[in-house]
């Protein structure tokens, strides 16, 4: 009963670690109107690798690639026709 | 790795019948990924109308918790993927330990939750039930607590369902030789383990993150 | 008969209710959906005698409010959106691609299993007293104000949309991986990429109603909520997050019945659909298109001008592929060797009562024409000619054209004809007084009026009788068919079609050996070699 951890998912692991101590860490740095963008564009860079590595979408064809956008195209459409209204209220 | 029982009628081997579960999970999250939308949208639209109250709710949620769980988080779906890789006849024990590990980190995270919600309890932070803040941010900082409320308690029972289903997988690994139907199982399972992960993952910048520095 | 077929596999309930045959699963969706039709028409019918005179003389007002919501949530839950999916699409599917079953076959089961729970539950709300929403559940009355059973209601339509959102994954998994070889995407007949299209609404539309019902209920629970304007929520949310659902699920209920429509029209005027790879991309685009539109039924409300011309626009887009698929089915018919069996007056009576739909929908798009036909019989009258005329007319077409197949039987055609074209009269003698009515500003959901709208109404409720007698119908014929109707041969058709080139009705795991495909769909003779099929 010889197994070691992939490299791959030891590398993800350890990355999206280093990602939480970075995200925390720039929470507190006032950034103005940038914080919550960096908060969502790390959290983005999380699920990418979540998705490439653990769900091994980077062995997936193109087929499982639009499946899995599919959710996030239209939670996309969702949120923008959704907030055009309450954005653009007088 | 012996197949049984057989295949159903309708795939051509096993493969087929595997793949296309695998996509049929796909689908799966695809809608799951709406069902939290449909909140992602309410945030937003009172993160946008209430910008300051969301940032001064947001101050008063638990962030060492919320780390504590991400960090809990991330490492059991670690734990899952290695399961997948570890699930052979010759390493099945590891497998189990694997997952057995992945649930206990899971029921840690629910733990640590409920210990989050006491304190938010405590501090008369619960929409509807016992709820004062700064008047001057009431009405905002309650919508933030109740999206706050609705949301994580969503993502729990998710959690739930994610650990009994895991605990149905390693007690069918521990007892008897890995099928390829139960290959294809832990694969559906561990997918939508990665899937709860990456929607806390969301949770945890909407949350916790905002008005820290302000 | 052949000897071996899915309706003699067995005879105990267990092969019933455990059955994890997809055909099976078909009938048993079949008999709850006649269920909850004929409970959501017996709503319509009381809701149209009432309104045959201007003072309120049946109900009172509060009993009115619980009646039309009973109608709209029955009907449109528990019978529009499962209809031809769960029922034909259901039965058809697996034999149209030349597979065994569905890809998930205890899914499936699941789902029925769901739907017949989430009904049970609906039905005890409606049993204890009722809902007086009206089936948007619009807040913040239903979460504040409204003394009903609101939340048990929503809770029956909560786990009715899982029943849905399972059908849809099922769907869009098998068409994907269990087409047989050489049945490429383009060989697809076009009612695949009519169940397609609409699956994919189920899957990535339905969640969002789910949450949005949960929101509901928690806020009626609590006492405050998203939707609850004392504290700085917005009703408005609300409005856009069910809208977000239930325009998309207009196109559900029509797309499916498109599908039906291409079958039917190719095979009685013996042609391949005009434009194939048009009508099949319209699909999508409605679909697509689809998601786009929502803000039309919010022109009033007050949401941003900004969303009202976007929303506007979007949807006379929708109406190019809508249109398409229209004129492709006229140039189908066009140098066809038609026949008038029953499918194709039910065909016909689609083309036409959906394209009247379609065409009064351009009205409502339009921003300001809408203001002033907002919440009026005008619009009562345009989504009843695209559901009622169009989709449950098409339900009905497919109903007659594949019963041979699910039942083994020959219907009477005398009847079935009689009843197509009793229902095209009794519902255009229905609903055509009401487009008069919303013009000349009658508004919906009340049950008295002035007493000048009479004349129409009492021409209304006239046609909802002969459209009651005319729905009754086939319910007659069709359970006379299946004990005393002939035989059906395997093709009664004549059609090329992978369902008709296995027996009537199918066994238990739809083909002898599997079918490999070589050619497009819809190659038919010139001419029919069949006889027409005169019971």
Redesign the interface.
Known sequence: MRWHPPLPLLGAWLALLLLLTLTVTLAYVPLGHFNSSVALAIAATKATIIGAVFMELRRRGPRTFIFAGAGLFWLGILLWLGMMDFMTRT | MPNRPAFAPQYVSTRHRDETAELGMWVFIATEVLLFGGLILAYCVFRHTYPEAFAAASRRTEIAIGTANTAILLTSSFLVACAVDAFTEETRKICVALLAGAIALGLLFVLLKGVEYAGEYREHLVPGIDFSFDDKFANGAKLFFLFYFVATAIHALHMLIGISLLAVIARLTWRRAPTTRHRAALHSVALYWHFVDAVWIFLFALIYLPGRAS | MNEDNYLNAGYTLRSWFFTTDHKRIAILYFASLIFFFFIGGAAATLIRIELATPQADLVSSDMYNRLFTMHGVIIVWFFLIPSIPNTLGNFIV?LMIG???????RLNLLSWYLFMLGGCVTLFAIAAGGIDTGWTFYTPFSTLYSNSYVAVAVTGVFIAGFSS?LT???F??TI???RAPGLTWYRLPLFLWSLYAPS?IL??????L???L??IV?ER??????FDPR????P??FQ??FW?YSHPAVYIMILPGMGVINELISCFSRKAVFGYKFVAWASVAIAALG??V??HHMFVSG?????SL??SFMSFVVAVPSAIKVFNWTATLHKGSIRFDAPMLYALAFIGLFTIGGLTGLFLACLAYDVHATDTYFVVAHFHYIMVGGMVTAYFGGLHYWWPKITGRLYSEYWARTAAVLIFFGFNLTFFPQFILGAEGMPRRYHVYPPEFQMWNVLSSGGAVILAAAYLLPLVYLAYSLFFGKRAPANPWDAPGLEWQTPSPPPE?NFETQPVVTRPPYQYTPDFRAEPQNA
């Open positions: 697996p597979a065994r079953d569905l890809a998930f076959p959102i849809g994954l099922n869009i998994v994907h991986r269990l994919v899957v990535l539309a339905t969640p969002v789910a949450i949005t949960v929101l928690v629970l609590l006492g405050v909520g998203f504290i700085g929520g917005d408005l949310l856009h997050l977000f998601f786009l929502w803000g949401q941003s001008l900004l969303a976007v929303f795991f």
